[in-house]
Every structure is written in structure tokens, then in C-alpha cells.
């Protein structure tokens, strides 16, 4: 069974910087497309970013982009969220999962169980 871990959240002052890791184990990692996904209370969980396997081809929902910067690294089983420029509307907890082409703000993961998440919270 995939297992997915993910680390890196914190608490950061609006304007301030985190890197999301999300390690994988238990899959075969490196041809599946991957996504970060995040939950609001009592929201859905809805990709914010994804990006493809074969060419690294990134994804990102309007309210991240040119701040938030996804990357995977296939022989680590990793893959990354740069978060730049945070704002206090990004604390929520974030996910990752694999993800399933086209890309959509509504995509969901496609492996069969999630991990525990990292909660990113920016204070103003």
C-alpha cells in the first residue's frame, strides 16, 4: 500500500516562504503525475498544483501561480511545493497525492489512501 508523508508546514508571517515535501513509498512513483492538493474546514480537498511525469509539465490553480512552484525528484520519491509570497487565505492543511491527467482544480488523488498532511499557517 502507498504510503505518502508529508512535511514542511509551519507557521510564517504573510509575505514569508515554506517548502512542502511529500515522500512516497510503497508505489511506483516515478510514472504517476503528482499533485498537491489542500482542505479548508468543512471544504473540499481541491488540487492547487500537479505536475506530470513524463516532461515535468507543471499545473497550477490562478490563485498560486507565480508564487508556488511544484518539482519532483523521481529518484527520491519526492515531490516538493515551493510556497513563496504566502498569504493569510493558504492556511489550510496540504496533501499530496497522485493525480490523474487533465488537471482541474477539482482532481482527485488516485491512490487509494491519503497521508496526514502539513498544516501551512501565515499569520498577517
Given at each position: 500500500?502507498?504510503?505518502?508523508?508529508?512535511?514542511?508546514?509551519?507557521?510564517?508571517?504573510?509575505?514569508?516562504?515554506?517548502?512542502?515535501?511529500?515522500?512516497?513509498?510503497?508505489?511506483?512513483?516515478?510514472?504517476?503525475?503528482?499533485?498537491?492538493?489542500?482542505?479548508?474546514?468543512?471544504?473540499?480537498?481541491?488540487?492547487v498544483a500537479a505536475i506530470t511525469w513524463t516532461d515535468?509539465?507543471?499545473?497550477?490553480v490562478d490563485s498560486v501561480k507565480g508564487r508556488f512552484?511544484?518539482?519532483?525528484?523521481?529518484?527520491?520519491?519526492?515531490?516538493?511545493?515551493?510556497?513563496?509570497?504566502?498569504?493569510?487565505?493558504?492556511?489550510?492543511?496540504?496533501?499530496?497525492?497522485?493525480?490523474?491527467?487533465?488537471?482541474?482544480?477539482?482532481?482527485?488523488?488516485?491512490?487509494?489512501?491519503?497521508?496526514?498532511?502539513?498544516?501551512?499557517?501565515?499569520?498577517?
Amino acid at each position: 500500500q502507498v504510503q505518502l508523508v508529508e512535511s514542511g508546514g509551519g507557521l510564517v508571517q504573510a509575505g514569508g516562504s515554506l517548502r512542502l515535501s511529500c515522500a512516497c513509498s510503497g508505489g511506483t512513483f516515478s510514472v504517476y503525475h503528482m499533485g498537491w492538493f489542500r482542505r479548508a474546514p468543512g471544504k473540499e480537498r481541491d488540487l492547487v498544483a500537479a505536475i506530470t511525469w513524463t516532461d515535468g509539465k507543471a499545473y497550477y490553480v490562478d490563485s498560486v501561480k507565480g508564487r508556488f512552484t511544484i518539482s519532483r525528484d523521481n529518484d527520491k520519491n519526492t515531490v516538493y511545493l515551493q510556497m513563496n509570497s504566502l498569504q493569510p487565505e493558504d492556511t489550510v492543511v496540504y496533501y499530496c497525492n497522485a493525480v490523474l491527467w487533465p488537471f482541474g482544480e477539482t482532481s482527485n488523488g488516485t491512490y487509494g489512501s491519503w497521508g496526514q498532511g502539513t498544516q501551512v499557517t501565515v499569520s498577517t
